[in-house]
């Protein structure tokens, strides 16, 4: 799917809202489900938040105001019935039940991932890493470990992968960068220094950048020529990390799978033709 549910938009910009519209967020979120039938003098009331603030979030959103947004957000309740909770219902400290709940959670994360991604950029992606000459694959601190896990599978398929997971390494690369290089950045947040430094230079010097990050308010986010932006059912920053970092991971995974189907596949005609001409 190409757009995100309005669950889902509201989560990826929820760094980046002032306190009244934090506000409105987290009600929204709390009472999704049934959010066709709450008015929006109730809101005002219950968050003490003014009804025009409220519909200026939801033009912010991108709809065209208030009734809009909720009969869009009862169309995606209704097509998926996907729970929408914020935090693990853990009732105690014992591991057996923390563990149920999460990998119960991240398995409908995963499903709603599966649902909002676009699969249309991620090919492109996919084309676009293939195609080209030069690959730069920038990460820094926890995002530095999806990075190494990227650029060692992107390895084994192509010479010319380079990882930037250091100040020092960003300073080395840098040089060598060209015009119509692929850059690929890794961010949770978006504003990690390292990664927003590399990145400019690179868009300085004419690279092409692809931006994985989880917020859609971020400078990684806005520089990017393609975005892809993971989701996730928490708001708690450290666990909303946590599921989307794995979800990045399966998403270079795929990356990888096809990749290496379709050299194999390459290879495997390079060698017919070869055993043709003889």
């Known amino acids: 799917m190409d757009k995100m549910s309005p669950s889902n938009l509201i989560k990826a910009q929820m760094d980046s809202y002032a306190t009244g519209e934090e506000k409105i967020a987290r009600y929204i979120l709390e009472h999704y489900e049934e959010i066709i039938h709450i008015n929006i003098g109730d809101i005002s009331k219950d968050i003490d938040v003014s009804e025009s603030s409220i519909v200026r979030f939801t033009k912010k959103l991108g709809y065209s105001g208030f009734r809009d947004f909720k009969y869009v957000c009862a169309q995606d309740v209704s097509e998926n019935r996907v729970s929408h909770y914020d935090e693990l219902e853990i009732e105690s400290t014992d591991y057996a039940n923390v563990m149920h709940n999460f990998f119960l959670n991240h398995i409908s994360n995963i499903q709603n991932n599966l649902k909002q991604l676009n699969t249309k950029t991620l090919s492109e992606v996919a084309e676009l890493i293939d195609a080209n000459d030069n690959l730069y694959i920038v990460g820094a601190y926890l995002s530095g470990n999806l990075a190494q896990n990227l650029y060692y599978r992107l390895r084994l398929l192509y010479k010319n992968v380079f990882l930037i997971d250091s100040f020092t390494s960003s300073i080395l690369e840098q040089s060598w960068l060209g015009e119509g290089d692929l850059v690929i950045a890794i961010s949770q947040s ?89």
């Open 190 to 278: 978006g504003e990690t220094d390292d990664v927003i430094t590399f990145v400019h230079e690179a868009k300085k010097k004419g690279a092409h950048i692809i931006s994985f990050t989880t917020s859609m308010n971020s400078s990684l986010y806005k520089m990017g020529d393609y975005q892809i932006i993971p989701v996730s059912n928490y708001s708690n920053r450290e666990t909303k990390y946590i599921d989307t970092e794995s979800i990045m991971k399966l998403i270079f995974d795929s990356l990888y799978i096809y990749l290496l189907m379709k050299k194999e596949k390459q290879d495997g005609n390079d060698k017919q033709t070869i055993v043709t001409v003889k």
